[in-house]
T-cell receptor, first 112, second 113 residues
Framework: NAGVTQTPKFQVLKTGQSMTLQCAQD?????MSWYRQDPGMGLRLIHY???????DQGEVPNGYNVSRSTTEDFPLRLLSAAPSQTSVYFC???????????FGSGTRLTVV | AQSVTQLGSHVSVSEGALVLLRCNYS??????LFWYVQYPNQGLQLLLK??????LVKGINGFEAEFKKSETSFHLTKPSAHMSDAAEYFC???????????FGQGTELSVKP
């Protein structure tokens, strides 16, 4: 049982480049979310999904896109990377609001 | 809308002392509340959760938390700190059928020998 798998673990981008952070879960969870973690700011919600075909914005959605074509996958796209997007990104999934989320191990992204 | 405030970005205790990490929440509907722990360079692990059953919730590693509606609080405690408890702790809130989990800013716990 792999849980929540994020790839890549590390990435360096140049300003203006685009990329996709991958997230996959094998627990048949309906709920999936993306967070960014910055020192002193906790985890901030970027986008979330309550099921395939349904996504919504979180607290800090600007500069990011998501889609949810299957229950298992929830990729996060950076359209044009900026230094302000340097952060650690976590994907998480849950079967319900009361269930608590299972987190991936994170992607450390640096934009230069 | 939901929000969480964690009082104290850094707490330091001696080994064997009481651990108290404070969390206050705001929610327009009865909330679900969670505590997570993050060890250095790792993801987050669920410590415990409150989902409207017993107000005193016991979690892993000897931690517990009490939901107090009148105080809108969900403070995390452990009677006796261990060196291995040193980590960052996050309080989080969600609402039924809301689909999103909102975190506080985190509290870093240091344990002195």
């Amino acid at each position: 049982n792999a849980g929540v798998t994020q790839t890549p673990k590390f990435q360096v981008l140049k300003t203006g480049q685009s990329m996709t952070l991958q997230c996959a879960q094998d627990m048949n969870h309906e709920y999936m979310s993306w967070y960014r973690q910055d020192p002193g700011m906790g985890l901030r919600l970027i986008h979330y999904s309550v099921g395939a075909g349904i996504t919504d914005q979180g607290e800090v959605p600007n500069g990011y896109n998501v889609s949810r074509s299957t229950t298992e996958d929830f990729p996060l796209r950076l359209l044009s990377a900026a230094p302000s997007q340097t952060s650690v990104y976590f994907c998480a999934s849950s079967y319900a609001d009361r269930g608590g989320y299972t987190f991936g191990s994170g992607t450390r992204l640096t934009v230069v | 809308a939901q929000s969480v405030t964690q009082l104290g970005s850094h707490v330091s205790v001696s080994e064997g002392a009481l651990v108290l990490l404070r969390c206050n929440y705001s929610s327009s509907v009865p909330p679900y509340l969670f505590w997570y722990v993050q060890y250095p360079n790792q993801g987050l692990q669920l410590l415990l959760k409150y989902t409207s059953a017993a107000t005193l919730v016991k979690g892993i590693n000897g931690f517990e938390a009490e939901f107090k509606k009148s105080e809108t609080s969900f403070h995390l405690t452990k009677p006796s700190a261990h060196m291995s408890d040193a980590a960052e702790y996050f309080c989080a809130v969600s609402a039924p059928q809301g689909g999103k989990l909102i975190f506080g800013q985190g509290t870093e716990l240091s344990v002195k020998p």
